[in-house]
């Protein structure tokens, strides 16, 4: 590379260096890391893997990132890279690993089925205070083969990667806390002081009723409607806390699943027919997590929205599948009508599913209940 190029690549870096430091939300700095080294170097595919490297040969790839594919060729490959072969080589060695020829690479073992060919390939790790943050590796280089300086290059950004990385964790950390805090401050502020103001007014109207002369049926009917009309108003401020007061997930699937259908019932009186194995201690974590997250927004919509009367949930699970039902027989809704399915938070649900190359889908019409599934590879 000659000086004016050198000049260029660097200015490009800073460029990209600028643009990944000054965003915090975490699913964008990664797009962007991977965006930015597709264009620093001119490569065909970029992509960004994030997960657990503590355990060496395990196929602990949480989360992929790429650039430079349309969403339906992703669509076509049978599951992401698990950490093996090359991409395993920079996992482990968190070392750089370049070579001409994928395939002739004594380490590589192939890639999933519908996964495009690939042939050069530049793998660097991405790592801060002795952390393995993500690994970042480029494939088919346009018009020539990886050179040394593409490697510097791409270490740099790596570099850049890993500071932004970090706080956008941290960013994203403290406004979870705050959001948290805040909620439960809310749910605590309706449940000790608006519940129970409510709760009184309703014994004031029961003393009343008492206290009237005989031949005051019409009156004392007004009066059946009015507690009626306060205890389905405890009733909507108590599913609303429920919604504002979301659980954490602590790793148990099994507990995790029977603690949301106990706090649903005892805030609904709905009953719940649930349907889960007794062992799922082989469960993957980041499964676990979205199984618990989509059940809980699932069980949220049908307390604020459905006004049913029954649900099921049923968890199927099997040695390379696991898939989650949660149906209700309440009034349902339109599915095309895009404002319901932001207000549903079904788009959080979909993400959910394809970040972990599953599939979510929803069935539902007015008048006809709603069914969610979530459909997940192991």
Excluded: C
């Amino acid at each position: 590379m000659d000086e004016l190029s050198a000049q260029r690549a660097l200015a490009a870096l800073n460029q990209a260096a600028l643009a990944i430091a000054s965003e915090l939300d975490v699913d964008k700095v990664l797009q962007l890391i991977v965006d930015s080294a597709r264009d620093l170097v001119g490569v065909k595919y970029a992509a960004l893997a994030v997960g657990d490297w503590r355990v060496p040969g395990a196929g602990n790839v949480h989360r992929f990132v790429v650039s430079g594919m349309e969403r339906e060729d992703i669509k076509k490959i049978a599951h992401w890279p698990q950490g093996k072969g090359l991409l395993g080589a920079v996992i482990h060695g968190q070392q750089p690993v370049r070579v001409m020829h994928i395939e002739e690479d004594p380490r590589s073992v192939g890639v999933p089925g519908g996964h495009p060919v690939m042939n050069g390939f530049l793998g660097v790790p991405i790592i801060a205070a002795g952390e393995a943050l993500g690994n970042l590796y480029l494939t088919d280089k346009i018009g020539d083969e990886f050179n040394d300086a593409d490697q510097r290059l791409i270490e740099m950004l790596a570099a850049h990667a890993a500071v932004a990385i970090q706080n956008a964790r941290l960013y994203s950390q403290v406004e979870r806390l705050a959001i948290l805090e805040e909620r439960t401050r809310i749910g605590m502020d309706l449940h000790d002081g608006v519940i129970q103001s409510i709760y009184a007014v309703g014994l004031t109207l029961e003393s009343t009723r008492l206290a009237l002369p005989g031949g005051a049926e019409e009156v004392s009917a007004l009066l059946d409607t009015a507690i009626e009309g306060l205890n389905d108003a405890i009733r909507d401020i108590r599913n609303f806390i429920l919604d504002l007061r979301p659980r954490r997930f602590a790793g148990d699937v099994q507990q995790g699943l029977a603690q949301l259908v106990r706090e649903f019932q005892a805030n609904t009186m709905v009953p719940v027919s649930s349907s889960v194995p007794e062992r799922l201690e082989d469960l993957p974590l980041p499964q676990g997590r979205a199984i618990f997250l989509t059940t809980q927004e699932a069980l949220a919509n049908i307390a604020r929205h459905a006004r049913a009367t029954k649900v099921d949930i049923a968890l199927h699970y099997s040695t390379d599948r696991v898939m989650l039902s949660i149906k209700d027989n309440g009034r349902g809704f339109d599915t095309g009508n895009e404002s319901l399915r932001v207000g549903h938070g079904l788009a959080n649900m979909q993400a959910r599913a394809e970040s972990l190359h599953g599939a979510f889908s929803i069935h539902s019409s007015l008048g006809n209940g709603t069914e969610v599934t979530l459909d997940l590879p192991l």
